[in-house]
């Protein structure tokens, strides 16, 4: 994990140096250790054993970069205020977060694969906060080229997201994609036929994570009462 508490109060590992110790975690109060080189981007870990259900083992290098890099640019934007990483909120603890307008928005980096049960639960528990919640997987061209297999919890996203995928690109930019129904080979079948398994991925203007606005969804189905961080409704 990138953040963790001090005496001074909440601080980023790229940011202190072992002097300003001891450190511990915010969640389980257990101490955790600052491990900084050239090869790593610095962060926190916890002790060997340690139980604590927000010990990050395994988080990438990847998404420890795109988190800071998130946050280095919405520094920089006038009108956010209060940005932080892994901010502890008890029950979740999203990989940004900061206030715009007035409003809390929680972006939760989607690299691994998560169960739909999972991303249900902590959209629910975003929306009892009253906090817009983005979930936001990376995008990459290749696999857009033609047809896409999506994965399961991207399939619940896209329809969670009234239709749309919020890829992350660079920056502050975002790729909008909207999973097209796709057509089998003709000849293969009488009439028309979609396939169950791939989409025709289609690519939406891109916007920027700042452009967004919360909107309120109601329960329908296996999607519960949600509030999003997404675009307005005539876009």
Known sequence: MLS????????????????????????????????????KISHFAHVPDAVCPYNSVGESEEHRSIKLEIR?????????????????LREVRPDISFVLNGILVAIEIQLSRLSRSKIKWRTEVYARK????????LFSMEPFQKRYAPKDWE???????????????????????????????????????????????SLLPPVLITDLTARWRKQWRDFPRAKLWCEPWNS
């Open 4 to 39: 963790a508490d001090n005496r001074y109060g909440d601080v980023l590992a790229t940011e202190v140096s072992p002097a300003d110790g001891p450190f511990r975690c915010p969640a389980c109060q257990k101490p955790v250790i600052l491990k900084q080189g050239h090869i």
């Open 72 to 88: 280095r640019q919405l520094l920089r934007i006038s009108g956010v205020t209060d940005v932080r990483l892994e901010r502890y």
């Open 130 to 137: 009253n906090i817009a919640v983005l979930w936001m997987p």
């Open 155 to 201: 399939r619940y996203v896209h329809g969670l997201y009234f239709g749309k995928v919020y890829y992350w690109s660079e920056g502050l930019k975002l790729q909008p994609v909207k999973f097209e129904d796709y057509m089998l080979t003709s000849g293969m079948y009488p009439g028309k036929r979609y396939s169950k398994d791939f989409v025709t991925p």
